[in-house]
């Protein structure tokens, strides 16, 4: 939500979508793992990297306009990567 959440006033149906998700938060121990993460798979992006950790953690659905940019992460976490799945925001 970091990237695309601007005026609440205009966002109404991604307020009702967060509504149900669970929101983890960002603590010293999982700002590390996404920073290995993110070496791991030569990226740098902190924002995919804390949406791909925690949803692997929980076997989450991740609703996402960047597919391809979450996969490769999780790609890179290995079997705990599999826990997750990625759906296309359309």
Not at 10 to 19: E, V, Y
Not at 40 to 64: C, K, Q
């Amino acid at each position: 939500m970091a990237q695309a959440w601007r005026d609440g006033a205009r966002q109404a149906r991604s307020a009702r979508i967060l509504n149900g998700c669970e929101v983890p938060v960002l603590d010293h121990a999982l700002a590390r793992r996404v920073g290995a993460l993110l070496g791991r798979a030569a990226t740098s992006n902190p924002v995919d990297g804390t949406v791909a950790v925690p949803a692997a953690d929980l076997g989450a659905v991740i609703v996402t306009s960047d597919p391809g940019d979450i996969q490769h992460l999780l790609d890179r976490l290995g079997p705990a990567g599999r826990r997750a799945e990625v759906a296309a925001l359309r």
